[in-house]
């Protein structure tokens, strides 16, 4: 069993930044893929960024590209997610989530564990 486990959100105003953290224990991290998704009150969850199990390939949401980076340190077994210029639209309870299967990244139904989220609210 995977478990993962989010921290770093919080409330922020707006041109701001955080970075979201992501612990995962129970298996080896360097076997999963990760990804970040985030999910607004009202709203389907929706992939905010994903990254391979070697960090080598990386992908990030239209809408978050050039703000959002993915990374991850196998030494931790963390995963990451910097956030600058945070818009109001940006908040979400935002989740982590692990795989084993590279394909289908950007698809929340692949993912075989998640954390419990990590509320992120960005005031105008």
């Known amino acids: 069993q995977v478990q993962l486990v989010e921290s770093g959100g919080g409330l922020v105003q707006a041109g701001g930044s955080l970075r979201l953290s992501c612990i995962v224990s129970?298996?080896?991290?360097?076997?999963?893929?990760m990804g970040w998704f985030r999910q607004a009150p009202g709203k389907e969850r929706e992939f905010v960024a994903g990254?391979?199990?070697?960090?080598?390939?990386?992908s990030h949401a239209q809408s978050v590209k050039g703000r959002f980076t993915i990374s991850r340190d196998s030494a931790k077994n963390t995963v990451f997610l910097q956030m600058n210029s945070l818009k109001p639209e940006d908040t979400a309870v935002y989740y982590c989530?692990?795989?084993?299967?590279?394909?289908?990244?950007?698809?929340?139904?692949?993912?075989?564990?998640w954390g419990q989220g990590t509320q992120v609210t960005v005031s105008s």
């Open positions: 990254i391979s199990w070697n960090s080598g390939t990386t």
């Open positions: 129970g298996r080896t991290f360097s076997n999963y893929v």
């Open positions: 989530a692990a795989k084993l299967v590279f394909r289908g990244l950007q698809d929340a139904t692949s993912y075989d564990y």
